[in-house]
């Protein structure tokens, strides 16, 4: 069975290639699509030489729903472009699909470098608890029945939530216990502390039922910088 891997990219020359090898590590039949939304570096340079490059409109749930259309696989994984798979994911996954139990699913979620807090932001993303499953966890789900519900909702932010929520309605939703490792870069970026607030305060307003469309001017990370002005801008 073909795994269908899909990534969305925008400026990730840094971080694509161990994201693309730890696809290439897993036991084939696999194909990767890259759906970059107008990198101006490196990318889709490094992407070409082992993944299918499309390059679309900028938006992250368009890039994705772009990438699955261009898939050949009747599984879909989609991988955040600063993420890696764990070693034999995509054989864990054919598994389940041939016992006939796999719908759609997340991984669990380490990060790198680790640490303290890495840790302990690591250990909460990976309650099972549909709210938590974002997208850097590493979603898969059948073709099929992504077709069925639309592909993911192309919001600007929180498209993974919207998503998942529909999954999770199915009733066959798995929380695979493996772990996706990714960069844990916004948090040293910006510092532990700060992120974390900035995250669950959008995390937050969605659940309060804020729209994406009026949380995205509040998503890019320069907001961070001054989160008094975030606050305005509220």
């Not at 041939?98 to 250990?123: C, H, N």
């Not at 997208?135 to 073709?143: L, P, S, T």
């Not at 996706?180 to 995250?199: D, I, K, P, S």
């Amino acid at each position: 069975m073909i795994c269908s891997v899909v990534i969305p990219t925008y400026n990730e020359g840094a971080y694509i290639q161990a994201a693309l090898d730890s696809v290439r590590a897993q036991s084939p039949p696999w194909e990767i699509i890259v759906a970059d939304g107008g990198s101006t570096d490196e990318t889709c340079q490094i992407a070409s030489s082992c993944a299918k490059v499309i390059r679309v409109a900028r938006g992250r749930a368009h890039q994705m729903n772009a990438g699955a259309h261009m898939a050949e696989g009747e599984l879909l994984v989609f991988l955040h472009a600063d993420s890696r798979l764990p070693s034999g994911a995509l054989d864990h996954l054919r598994l389940l699909f041939d016992q006939g139990s796999l719908e759609a699913g997340i991984f669990a979620l380490r990060f790198d470098p680790t640490g303290f807090w890495p840790s302990i932001y690591a250990a909460c993303a990976r309650l099972p608890w549909h709210r938590l499953c974002f997208g850097d966890r590493g979603i898969f789900v059948r073709r099929d029945v992504f077709e069925t519900l639309g592909g993911f909702p192309e919001v600007p932010i929180f498209e993974d939530l919207q998503l998942v929520k529909q999954l999770h309605r199915r009733k066959s939703f798995h929380y695979v216990q493996m772990s996706v490792t990714t960069a844990y870069r916004r948090f040293e970026q910006y510092g532990h502390l700060r992120q974390q607030c900035h995250n669950l305060r959008l995390w937050l307003q969605y659940h309060m039922g804020t729209p994406p469309e009026k949380l995205a001017p509040l998503y890019p990370y320069g907001t961070l910088t001054n989160l008094s002005a975030g606050n305005d801008a509220m």
